[in-house]
């Protein structure tokens, strides 16, 4: 199992009367709130925390969203380069760049390629569709969300992977001449990595056979969400998917006892507060079905944000506790699922720099040696996510707690 | 049957509206010869409008009906969305109608690039656009909106969520405008009414009457009593003013 380190970093000076007028920290909330001062120092020590995490062992992870105090990064591709040339020796995972609000497919195939060349490939390549709110920064009609991160992703596969000229008159994207340099390190092109639960996301990763990625999900959610990815790859042919094809993300914070592990790692729960989006930003029209617009409008959506803190550790998506029972939380979330990629949210809202610094550091002495072997063997493991072991039908899981 | 001296009336609907003759409707179609269509892609899911994606695909498709039924030259209305609808109609082939009504249309920028002069009807809580669009919030009736009215059950607003992702298709970008379209307003030269209420905010009747302006020929009313629904909201008054216009009679309204 890899562990990669990630910090969204969020700007946690917006006074919360603020907040509560402009009904949260994204994409309606005027930068009058924002101290030019404070947020240098905010980036200093960001990129501080990676260039440690990048010492002590971990990979790393970057991403991007707009218009928010919730994330300072505003392009996963120029924070990745930033924490490339910070350092030297973990994978840089860009999860992700949201295709469908880029206006040029051809401009990210050639910054990722950038980015993998100039690293000698330490590039993993995520394609987002971007959560629902992203619609209003960008402004790229929602109703096309699907079809353009469908198409972008085609026209960048071809920029990487065609060596000739070539000319390109799709629906949502033209270009009459494309020949993308420089070309990527890792050929064809570096590893793509997808997040996502809905039904016709997940089964598209798996007949490309990228790497599927789940956000905050209940352990019982992601190993469905896995199960229809593993059933889908082999309806199409493919050899049974490893654990590298698995990626999670929780919010995780380590300590040596368990109520300065809580005390602390409480703190993260301020990435699941309760957004107060109106549904019409929450649910743009047509990003989804209309049947999930309608769970939505019922609040059946976002559920784990109304998790209490127990809840939350119980369900693994707060990964809080001394090092051996974070390990068991990982051990867990292995034999469930499937997942040999866990993404560790190390920071939220106010938690200061020493605090993450000693959980990764803690992290990487023990946690890290205990979880790396998992997985290595997984064609010799009996575990209950094996295809051949799986009976069950496939369910489909709705609820995001990131919308 | 059809009386062939009755005035025939092609009434296109505004985004939210229930379908049907509503309001002021109802009594018009006691005197004219009245029609109120669904706009494709509006209360089901249709395979056609799937793939158009601006006003102008609806307007298109509107003409071609027109053509293929033949008859005599039906007086041209809209509201809001439907305004839009039927201005892109007569840019097209005027020749086709014998008059346009207009009221609180969206389809047209006519101010600076700053300035918002259509409500975000894509953003808001229903109980937004109910504020801006009713003199008398109260009083509002004839609207479906996702949980608007409430207790409703999941097909009702998978329905109005449909019509949602319809107009995102036809009119996100540029928002509930394009451009091409005020380039071609100085070809029309049909009788011309545009209808605001003083209350609306969804499309301020500055902005009504400022279109009004541009319409060879238009005469611009403006009810008091309403916001941007003056069929739902004052039906009376509406019914009388339409009539009138498409009577020929036109005792109402200053010409611009």
């Known amino acids: 199992m890899k562990l990669f380190h990630f910090t969204e970093m969020p700007y946690p000076y917006v006074p919360p009367e603020a907040e509560e007028a402009h009904r949260g920290l994204k994409y309606f909330i005027p930068n009058r709130f924002y101290d030019p001062v404070r947020g240098y120092e905010l980036y200093q020590r960001y990129l501080d925390e990676y260039e440690l995490a990048d010492e002590l062992g971990f990979d790393l992870m970057v991403n991007e969203h707009h218009q928010s105090a919730s994330t300072l990064h505003v392009s996963a591709t120029l924070s990745a380069a930033t924490v490339l040339s910070r350092t030297r020796n973990g994978r840089v995972l860009v999860l992700g760049t949201p295709l469908p609000h880029r206006e040029s497919p051809v401009r990210v195939a050639e910054e990722i390629a950038f980015l993998d060349a100039m690293s000698a490939g330490r590039i993993n390549c995520g394609f987002v569709r971007g959560v629902q709110g992203e619609t209003f920064p960008s402004n790229q009609n929602p109703v096309h969300n699907m079809e353009m991160f469908t198409e972008a992703h085609d026209l960048i596969v071809e920029a990487w992977t065609n060596h000739d000229l070539f000319s390109w008159e799709g629906r949502h994207y033209h270009y009459r001449y494309v020949a993308v340099w420089p070309r990527p390190y890792q050929q064809p092109h570096p590893p793509i990595w997808v997040s996502g639960t809905t039904r016709q996301l997940v089964e598209w990763t798996a007949a490309h056979g990228y790497t599927l990625c789940n956000l905050l999900g209940t352990y019982p959610d992601t190993a469905k969400s896995f199960r229809l990815y593993r059933q889908t790859a082999i309806a199409a042919g493919q050899p049974e998917p490893g654990p590298d094809k698995f990626a999670y993300l929780a919010l995780c914070h380590v300590a040596s006892s368990e109520e300065e592990a809580r005390r602390v790692g409480e703190q993260l ?62 051990r867990r979330l292995y034999d469930e699922t499937g997942v040999g990629n866990v993404i560790l949210m190390n920071q939220a809202g106010e938690m200061t720099s020493n605090q993450v610094r000693d959980s990764l550091s803690l992290l990487a002495r023990e946690v890290l040696p205990a979880v790396a072997p998992l997985g290595r063997q997984w064609q010799d493991e009996d575990t209950r996510w094996r295809v051949d072991r799986d009976t069950q039908p496939v369910e489909t899981v709705l609820a995001s707690a990131l919308s | 049957m059809t009386d062939p001296d009755r005035a025939r009336l092609l009434f296109l609907h505004d985004a939210d509206v229930l379908p049907g003759p509503v309001g002021a409707l109802a009594g018009l179609a006691d005197s004219v010869d009245l029609e109120v269509p669904r706009h494709p892609g509006f209360g089901e899911h249709d395979e056609l409008a799937q793939d158009w994606d601006s006003i102008a695909d609806v307007a298109q498709y509107y003409l071609h009906e027109l053509e293929l039924r033949g008859g005599p030259a039906p007086h041209l209305a809209g509201a809001g969305l439907g305004g839009w609808i039927a201005l892109e109609m007569a840019v097209r082939d005027q020749a086709r109608f014998a008059s346009l009504t207009l ?93 605001a209420g003083s209350h609306d905010r969804l499309v301020k009747p500055e902005h009504s009457r400022e279109l009004a302006g541009l319409l060879r020929g238009a005469r611009y009313v403006e009810f008091p009593g309403s916001g941007h629904y003056p069929y739902l909201e004052t039906p009376d008054e509406f019914a009388e003013a339409v009539l009138s216009f498409v009577s020929g009679r036109q005792t109402i309204g200053a010409t611009q």
């Open chain 2, 103 to 195: 009221v609180a249309p969206y389809g047209v920028k006519l101010f600076g690039r700053m300035d918002r002069e259509f409500a975000d009807i894509l953003l808001l809580d229903p109980a937004e656009v109910v504020a801006l669009g009713w003199a008398n919030p109260a009083a509002c009736h004839g609207l479906r909106m996702p949980g608007l009215p409430k207790g409703l059950d999941d097909g009702e607003y998978e329905r109005a969520f449909e019509d949602r992702a319809t107009i995102a298709r036809l009119a996100w970008k540029p928002f509930l405008h394009d451009p091409r379209l005020r380039r071609w307003l100085h070809v029309l030269d049909l009788p011309t009414l545009v209808i």
């Open chain 1, 269 to 330: 729960t301020w990435y699941l507060k309760q957004g107060r989006l109106r549904l019409g930003a929450a649910n743009p029209p047509g990003y989804s079905s209309t049947a999930a617009a309608v769970a939505a409008l019922r609040g059946k959506l976002g559920e784990v944000r109304r998790y209490s803190f127990e809840r939350l550790v119980e369900e693994g998506i707060l990964l809080v506790g001394t090092p051996d029972t974070v390990t068991a939380q990982l």
